[in-house]
């Protein structure tokens, strides 16, 4: 069975920094491409981000490009994104997902919440 | 890039047929067949159960349709049962790798 979960998140004040992680198991990692998605209280989905499947390319929403980075580890399994320069509007659920064809995410994981407070 | 536009609410008797609508642009659902339907219930993550507009993920009951005309797709819900009550949200590829979801539908089985 597929899986991801996801692990680092927490509180952090505006301006903080956090890396969150994305643990994949039960498919292979390394031929699909991978994204976050992240959900704030009560409201919708927004996606986030992009990593190619060999981690050489990476695409972002406008309201994070700049301050998050994508990255992965595919002798890991793993998926990684990196917080930087938080704002109050970051405060969400963060979502990582496989990509099953064109932003089809096939798999999600449970989520991580991030919480940016002072 | 804005969200696309689907009605907050969707109400159905047991048994019936619900259409929840998501409307975009000619540069994202009327351009792409990259058109995904996913499910969500409370405290659950999401759940995809179309993509490429009409293609039902794996599992999925055949009591859900997608279908798409200009820049609005559409995802049916048919014999509406009580486990279908969640939100729902559309998505669709942007261009230049970049993706966009709904605004999200609440479906309420009365």
């Known amino acids: 069975e597929a899986l991801l979960v996801e692990s680092g998140g927490g509180v952090i004040q505006p301006g903080g920094s956090l890396r969150l992680s994305c643990a994949a198991s039960?498919?292979?990692?390394?031929?699909?491409?991978m994204h976050w998605v992240r959900q704030a209280p009560g409201k919708g989905l927004e996606w986030i981000c992009l990593i190619s499947r060999d981690g050489d390319k990476s695409y972002y929403a406008d309201s994070v490009r700049g301050r998050f980075t994508i990255s992965r580890d595919n002798s890991k399994d793993s998926l990684f994104l990196e917080m930087k320069s938080l704002r109050n509007e970051d405060t969400a659920l963060y979502y990582c997902?496989?990509?099953?064809?064109?932003?089809?995410?096939?798999?999600w994981g449970h989520g991580t919440g991030v919480s940016v407070s002072a | 890039q804005s969200a696309l536009t689907q009605p907050a609410s969707v109400s159905g008797s047991p048994g019936q047929s619900i259409s929840i609508s998501c409307t975009g642009t000619?540069?994202?659902?009327?351009?792409?067949?990259?058109v995904s339907w996913y499910q969500q219930h409370p405290g659950k993550a999401p759940k995809l159960i179309i993509y490429d507009v009409s293609a039902r993920s794996s599992g999925v009951s055949n009591r859900f349709s997608g279908s798409k005309s200009g820049n609005t797709a559409s995802l049916t819900i048919s014999g509406l049962q009580a486990e279908d009550e969640a939100d729902y949200y559309c998505?669709?590829?942007?261009?230049?790798?970049?993706?966009?979801f709904g605004s999200g539908t609440k479906v309420t089985v009365l």
């Open positions: 000619s540069s994202d659902v009327g351009a792409y067949i990259s």
């Open positions: 998505s669709s590829y942007t261009g230049r790798s970049s993706f966009v």
């Open positions: 039960g498919f292979t990692f390394h031929a699909y491409d």
């Open positions: 997902a496989k990509d099953l064809v064109a932003g089809a995410f096939d798999v």
